[in-house]
């Protein structure tokens, strides 16, 4: 497809158990990012990913939290020991190099019961 | 912290009135102010976007008003329509080699027809 896609849509999963959230970003677009959308809130940046550069971690809300980028293409964003207060939307979202525009994915909708 | 802050949280405006969304940053560091939209269950998309050494851009019926010394920038919908019932999230990006966008926290837009 032409857009960012993101697998699972939907991952219901119980609390203590680790999830892997996938993201394949437009075709040839270098950066990526991961954001994080809490109900009612805005997003929230997680971890950017720019070519073979070190990803920037800083948004990383605990050691709970990883991502990779393999091949400079697809990213696993990985959640270990899954609490409650993780439950929200995660979005991908993906830019070609010198362009400003940034483009999301629909987003794996994230319920730990 | 939160460095863009977003009013109001919700909207309710008649079908062919003007919507409008304030947005307001803390931080200088910032050179590209985007608007995003978001239809539930989608991902956000860009609506339109302004840089900080111009004052007004209009895209069809959408208008951003940028004000650099007030550190404000607003979005106006004129002829709003249901189909324009959406969450709309500003966006200031930082002005650094990541392109990272920090969000605002969203408003809730209907328009009743």
């Known amino acids: 497809g032409a857009g960012v896609s993101q697998s699972p849509s939907n991952k219901v999963t119980e609390k203590g158990k680790d999830v892997e959230l996938r993201c394949d970003p437009i075709?040839?677009?270098?950066?990526l990012y991961w954001y994080r959308q809490s109900l009612g809130q805005g997003l929230e940046f997680l971890i950017y990913?720019?070519?073979?550069?070190?990803?920037?971690k800083s948004g990383l809300p605990s050691d709970r939290f990883s991502a990779e980028r393999t091949g400079g293409s697809v990213s696993t964003l990985t959640i270990q020991r899954t609490q409650q207060e993780d439950s929200a939307v995660y979005l991908c979202?993906?830019?070609?190099?010198?362009?400003?525009?940034?483009?999301f994915g629909e987003g794996s909708w994230l319920t730990v019961v | 912290q939160q460095q863009v802050k977003q009013s109001p949280q919700s909207l309710i405006v008649q079908k062919g009135g003007i919507s409008i969304i304030n947005c307001a940053y803390e931080?200088?560091?910032?050179?590209?102010f985007p608007w995003y939209q978001q239809f539930p269950g989608k991902g956000p998309a860009l609506l339109i976007a302004i840089r900080p050494d111009v004052s007004e851009k209009k895209e069809g019926r959408f208008t951003i008003s940028f004000n650099k010394s007030a550190k404000q920038f607003s979005l106006h919908i004129m002829d709003s329509q249901p189909g324009d019932s959406a969450t709309y999230f500003c966006a200031a990006r930082r002005k650094d080699s990541s392109y990272k966008l920090i969000f605002g926290s969203g408003t809730r837009l209907l328009v009743r027809p």
């Open positions: 990913f720019q070519g073979n550069s070190a990803p920037d």
């Open positions: 979202a993906s830019r070609d190099t010198g362009r400003n525009t940034i483009y």
């Open positions: 075709s040839g677009h270098t950066a």
């Open positions: 931080n200088t560091a910032f050179d590209y």
